[in-house]
């Protein structure tokens, strides 16, 4: 699954747009999601991030995401039917009490609102993922030095997200040379277990030092850190028209905020679930908030036809 | 060019000095061979050209060592980095960014280039190597032969006129290696770029065929100097060769016992298949060579041997029993797994715990365990070391310490992934030793690498994969013999001499020896 959540360059209109513009786009998206908590809207940001991914033909990429999505979703359901006792809307009783928490209950609307929680985690996660596999890891870089970040911070950030699926092939061998020299027996408990599996962090860890060291080296000899001015090879930047595309972008944010401020958006989840009353300003709002969000997709294809002619 | 004189180097906190009292001159547009058996120094040499020694590693210096007239010790390293460039082991390390255009840009952007400069050094250096195909490509999307190109390409781009190359080829197969050494010469040849290279591969070739002339040497043949390729031995040995007898190398073929029957088995990785009807046998006493191109399948046949790998379909039998009964663990007692690196086997604080760990996780009883690890540190030479820190120890040692630590239980057969990469001449001859040795008491050796000559001295039998398939499985020298790729350098130049009666299928020095009178 790591390998294939790495970005790979591909010919979509969405792949094409700036860089920036689809970092301010994703973590707008993000914030979007965490300032509402009624569940049309967010499902309806669901849907808008589930859009973009399948423009960007990434779906195949995705689909782990959202297994993992899954998992998280329904034990966050769980857990959260388990331990929040709030709603009048009882489903089960625990012929017990518990100390400080008092007689364990599960309520419609716990379970509502773990669902909810789900929803938001999914959104949140595949946003990321949009980001991770549509923008080149070097112009996440280039971004973040453009927002004036140190240069060396940076690196060391780029640098690890590198290495990492060299740890995980590293770590997948010493492992299996641990299982062939027989430390790693099919019995035993399982607290034994793990405490056997530990056995392989000194030599993976050993191996990584090594790496650091070759990596240094390596930098070294190139004449790293010498102290001059860095100059950048590969800039970030943002034509007239990417200007454009990242007003256009920065709106939904700006619209979110004024829906949430004007008071519409919210939803309470106890003591009862909220009717899901949904017609009149509620919706048209809801409806220009995903127009702007959506925007960026007619923009990112008149792009490539003004760059195409 | 470079000049060092009496330099003398020691690591801080080292007791020996790791280069001695060395004196050297390298004139501008040389092509530098340095050779010499492992743990000799070299990568140390090689790091005081460009500073990175004392600059990076710090340590005690003596004597004296200039490039271009600029003295090493005085010079900062970004002006060294402009005049020396370095190209490392790992293709993996030494790559910073993630695609092949920023990590040519990287060096002349750490100097402070402008832009328009270094877009037009980047050019110059794709072209220069030739990968300018490759140039919006990301590091893992290329071979490893391709990374060590973008590795030469970014050295490149900052001009410096000399290019010191640490073992490039040590990781990669024989046909990239070939290519990256090709890629040298020409630098050196139209360039005109100073190349100083640590190479094992070029050492085993001159050590053979050199071995070869110096024993007929000494049979009173007559040669003016010894020849450093197979073509100017071929040259050589045409104009000298006498009488050649009639005698033709041959085998003698041992009565099968098969121990390890591998039935009609597919494996694939997801939607990639990568074995394909595969049926072979392993028998008692063989040592097997598993050949082929890298991804031809090779590592996924043998670790299905030990079940770190699962047959998709088809069946693997030892001794009559299906193995897919049994767990790694049980597996890995009567089978041996060596793998590629030595550091991967090391997991205990003392070398004598590190040979007793499998016994110990087998719960043998503790005198069993004292007796076997004794046997086993004398037999591999590791007694003075046996409470020394398994990682101190040198690349031989390692290697030696792993084997002694998967032959301690005793296994029936030994399966080692390319154990002799990056060996120089003299350990290699060491493991084989082993090797025959293991295998003489009757068990099997299955063993993957690319390292033709090997197994030309020591292999039974050959299995050539690819892709995934069985191309060829028969005896060494009905694989390896009038084959171009796979034949060792003597069998091409026994091919060369066939009009003058020598055999074809001659592997080895000792047989071509055997021929000549």
């Known amino acids: 699954m790591m390998r294939e959540l790495r970005y790979r360059d591909r010919d979509t209109v969405i792949h094409r747009l700036n860089p920036v513009v689809k970092l301010v786009w994703g973590i707008g998206l993000v914030v979007l999601s965490l300032l509402f908590s009624h569940p049309v809207y967010l499902v309806a940001l669901l849907a808008v991030i589930l859009i973009m991914i399948r423009l960007a033909g990434i779906w195949r990429e995705w689909t782990p995401v959202l297994k993992l999505c899954l998992w998280l979703g329904v034990s966050i359901i769980i857990i959260n039917a388990l331990v929040s006792y709030h709603g009048d809307h009882v489903l089960a009783e625990a012929p017990f009490t518990l100390p400080v928490l008092g007689q364990p209950v599960i309520t419609l609307?716990?379970?509502?609102?773990?669902?909810?929680?789900?929803?938001?985690?999914?959104?949140?996660?595949?946003?990321?993922?949009?980001?991770?596999?549509?923008?080149?890891?070097?112009?996440?870089?280039?971004?973040?030095?453009?927002?004036?970040?140190?240069?060396?911070?940076?690196?060391?950030?780029?640098?690890?997200?590198?290495?990492?699926?060299?740890?995980?092939?590293?770590?997948?061998?010493?492992?299996d040379a641990y299982r062939t020299r027989g430390a790693l027996p099919s019995t035993g408990n399982w607290f034994s277990r793990i405490k056997r599996q530990?056995?392989?962090?000194?030599?993976?860890?050993?191996?990584?030092?090594?790496?650091?060291?070759?990596?240094?080296?390596?930098?070294?000899?190139?004449?790293?850190?010498?102290?001059?001015?860095?100059?950048?090879?590969?800039?970030?930047?943002?034509?007239?028209?990417?200007?454009?595309?990242?007003?256009?972008?920065?709106?939904?944010?700006?619209a979110g905020i004024l829906i949430r401020v004007f008071g519409y958006g919210d939803y309470e989840y106890f003591p009862v679930l909220q009717s899901i009353h949904f017609e009149g300003v509620p919706f048209i709002l809801l409806g220009i908030l995903l127009m702007l969000l959506l925007s960026v997709i007619p923009l990112a294809f008149i792009q490539r036809r003004v760059e195409f002619d | 060019m470079i000049e060092l004189r009496d330099f003398t180097f020691t690591y801080n906190g080292a007791v020996k000095p790791a280069l001695q009292d060395v004196n050297l001159a390298i004139e501008g547009g040389e092509f530098v061979l340095i050779t010499g058996p492992s743990g000799g120094g070299k990568s140390t040499l090689c790091r005081c050209f460009n500073g990175l020694v004392p600059h990076f590693y710090g340590g005690t210096v003596g004597g004296k060592a200039e490039v271009q007239g600029m003295d090493i010790?005085?010079?900062?390293?970004?002006?060294?980095?402009?005049?020396?460039?370095?190209?490392?082991?790992?293709?993996?390390?030494?790559?910073?960014?993630?695609?092949?255009?920023?990590?040519?840009?990287?060096?002349?952007?750490?100097?402070?280039?402008p832009v328009n400069l270094i877009a037009r050094r980047v050019?110059?250096?794709?072209?220069?190597?030739?990968?300018?195909?490759?140039?919006?490509?990301?590091?893992?999307?290329?071979?490893?032969g391709e990374k060590q190109k973008v590795a030469i390409a970014s050295v490149l781009a900052l001009h410096p006129d000399v290019l010191v190359l640490d073992e490039p080829t040590s990781e990669l197969d024989p046909q990239s290696a070939e290519e990256v050494l090709r890629l040298l010469e020409r630098l050196n040849d139209e360039l005109g770029i100073t190349v100083v290279l640590v190479e094992h591969r070029l050492d085993r070739v001159v050590h053979l065929v050199d071995r070869l002339?110096?024993?007929?040497?000494?049979?009173?043949?007559?040669?003016?100097?010894?020849?450093?390729?197979?073509?100017?031995?071929?040259?050589?040995?045409?104009?000298?060769?006498?009488?050649?007898?009639?005698?033709?190398?041959?085998?003698?073929?041992?009565?099968?016992?098969?121990?390890?029957?591998?039935?009609?088995?597919?494996f694939s990785y997801g939607d990639r298949t990568a074995l394909r009807?595969?049926?072979?046998?392993?028998?008692?006493?063989?040592?097997?060579?598993?050949?082929?191109?890298?991804?031809?399948?090779?590592?996924?046949?043998?670790?299905?041997?030990?079940?770190?790998?699962?047959?998709?379909?088809?069946?693997?039998?030892?001794?009559?029993?299906?193995?897919?009964?049994?767990?790694?663990?049980?597996?890995?007692?009567?089978i041996g797994y060596v793998f590629q690196n030595p550091n991967d086997h090391l997991f205990a604080d003392t070398v004598e715990e590190e040979v007793a760990f499998s016994l110990k996780n087998r719960g043998v009883a503790p005198e069993e365990i004292e007796k076997s690890v004794e046997r086993m540190l004398q037999r591999f030479k590791l007694t003075e070391y046996r409470k020394s820190y398994p990682r101190s120890l040198s690349g031989g040692e390692k290697q030696r310490l792993a084997l002694a630590s998967v032959l301690v239980t005793g296994p029936r057969i030994i399966v080692l992934d390319e154990p002799t990469?990056?060996?120089?001449?003299?350990?290699?001859?060491?493991?084989?030793?082993?090797?025959?040795?293991?295998?003489?008491?009757?068990?099997?050796?299955?063993?993957?690498?690319?390292?033709?000559?090997?197994?030309?001295?020591?292999?039974?039998?050959?299995?050539?994969?690819?892709?995934?398939?069985?191309?060829?499985?028969?005896s060494r020298r009905e694989a390896l013999s009038k084959a171009l790729l796979f034949s060792p350098q003597v069998n091409r130049l026994a091919q060369a001499l066939s009009s003058y009666g020598v055999a074809d299928t001659t592997l080895t020095v000792d047989e071509m020896l055997g021929q000549i009178t």
């Not at chain 1, 092939?169 to 010493?174: C, L, S, V």
């Open chain 1, 109 to 175: 609307e716990a379970i509502a609102y773990g669902a909810v929680m789900a929803v938001k985690l999914t959104i949140i996660i595949s946003a990321f993922t949009f980001i991770n596999l549509t923008v080149h890891p070097d112009d996440i870089m280039s971004v973040l030095l453009k927002m004036k970040l140190p240069y060396k911070s940076v690196l060391v950030t780029s640098l690890s997200t590198r290495f990492i699926p060299c740890l995980i092939d590293d770590a997948q061998r010493i492992n």
């Open chain 1, 198 to 254: 530990a056995g392989i962090i000194i030599p993976l860890l050993s191996s990584s030092l090594d790496r650091a060291i070759q990596v240094a080296e390596a930098m070294e000899a190139r004449a790293f850190g010498t102290g001059q001015n860095r100059t950048y090879y590969k800039n970030v930047v943002l034509s007239g028209f990417d200007w454009l595309i990242l007003v256009c972008v920065l709106l939904p944010l700006v």
């Open chain 2, 73 to 113: 010790l005085r010079t900062p390293p970004k002006e060294l980095a402009m005049k020396v460039g370095m190209v490392f082991q790992d293709p993996e390390n030494q790559l910073v960014t993630s695609d092949v255009e920023r990590e040519i840009a990287f060096g002349l952007e750490n100097l402070g280039f």
């Open chain 2, 123 to 144: 050019e110059e250096a794709l072209d220069t190597v030739n990968i300018a195909g490759l140039r919006f490509r990301r590091h893992h999307e290329l071979s490893g």
């Open chain 2, 213 to 266: 002339m110096q024993r007929l040497r000494e049979k009173g043949l007559e040669f003016d100097e010894l020849p450093l390729t197979v073509k100017e031995a071929r040259l050589k040995l045409q104009k000298a060769l006498g009488k050649v007898n009639t005698t033709r190398p041959a085998d003698e073929h041992a009565a099968k016992d098969p121990v390890m029957n591998i039935d009609r088995m597919w």
């Open chain 2, 277 to 334: 009807d595969i049926s072979m046998t392993v028998n008692r006493g063989e040592f097997i060579a598993v050949m082929g191109r890298n991804a031809s399948g090779k590592t996924t046949l043998v670790k299905h041997f030990n079940g770190l790998l699962r047959p998709g379909k088809g069946r693997i039998t030892l001794d009559g029993v299906d193995t897919s009964r049994y767990s790694v663990d049980e597996l890995s007692r009567w």
């Open chain 2, 421 to 474: 990469r990056g060996m120089d001449f003299a350990l290699k001859q060491e493991l084989t030793g082993f090797l025959t040795d293991y295998c003489r008491d009757g068990n099997a050796v299955v063993m993957v690498t690319h390292d033709v000559e090997t197994v030309a001295e020591c292999a039974d039998r050959v299995v050539l994969l690819s892709e995934g398939r069985v191309v060829v499985d028969g």
